[in-house]
């Protein structure tokens, strides 16, 4: 069973995130902030996982503290369900448009976290979340999730287009590559 459970207090949030790598898209997402609550719930619909993440955080200070460490913590579920990686696909690429954006995820789930983030946005915030932190939300989930990522929004107007695009792309890219396909490591080494 791909299933994990984190649990993760800091002096400056607690986090529980229960996911199911197998289940079909359902979520309970409550972090405090509204517009990250939406694209965590986008994910877990489209990457076609089960996926509970409650958050308390020092939404007081900003949300710089919460968002990062949801990011810590989603990545480590994600590495802890996904074991050793045998059988999975581990490569995925994907676009996805959003109204006028497109947006483009490549991710290998090689053990090797990088990150390449191009996208823009016009403004600083999306509802109350800074749109600077969603590169730190990426940043740390593939920093404990162990994934090489691509993303790149191609072109597009409005950052909430943007933004919902790219979520889909990566929970898309995230479903394919996690995908069972044979009972080998997908790796020329033989260990990922």
Same mark, same amino acid.
């Given at each position: 069973m791909r299933k994990s459970r984190i649990e993760r207090k800091?002096?400056?949030?607690?986090?529980?995130v229960d996911i199911d790598l197998d289940g079909s898209g359902k979520s309970t997402i409550d972090t405090g902030i509204g517009f990250l609550d939406h694209m965590?719930?986008?994910?877990?619909?489209?990457?076609?996982?089960?996926?509970?993440?409650?958050?308390?955080?020092?939404?007081?200070?900003?949300?710089?503290?919460t968002v990062e460490d949801i990011g810590i913590a989603l990545?480590?579920?994600?590495?802890?369900?996904?074991?050793?990686?045998? $059988?999975?696909?581990?490569?995925?690429?994907?676009?996805?448009?959003?109204?006028?954006?497109?947006?483009?995820?490549?991710?290998?789930?090689?053990?090797r976290p990088y990150l390449v983030f191009n996208a823009d946005f016009?403004?600083?915030?999306?509802?109350?979340?800074?749109?600077?932190?969603?590169?730190?939300?990426? $940043?740390?989930?593939?920093?404990?999730?162990?994934?090489?990522?691509?993303?790149?929004?191609?072109y597009g107007e409005n950052d909430h287009h943007k933004i919902e695009g790219i979520?889909?792309?990566?929970?898309?890219?995230?479903n394919e590559g996690m995908e069972v396909i044979s009972d080998k490591i997908s790796s020329s080494k033989g260990v990922l």
């Open positions: 800091t002096l400056e949030t607690d986090i529980l965590l719930t986008l994910m877990a619909f489209h990457g076609s996982f089960d996926m509970e993440v409650k958050c308390t955080g020092d939404l007081y200070v900003d949300d710089h503290h990545g480590e579920a994600f590495n802890k369900a996904l074991g050793d990686k045998r $059988r999975i696909r581990r490569y995925a690429s994907i676009y996805i448009p959003m109204d006028e954006s497109l947006s483009h995820v490549v991710l290998d789930i090689s053990n016009k403004n600083e915030k999306i509802g109350t979340m800074a749109s600077e932190n969603f590169k730190e939300f990426f $940043r740390a989930f593939i920093g404990k999730a162990g994934i090489t990522l691509h993303i790149n929004v191609l979520f889909k792309a990566f929970a898309r890219a995230l």
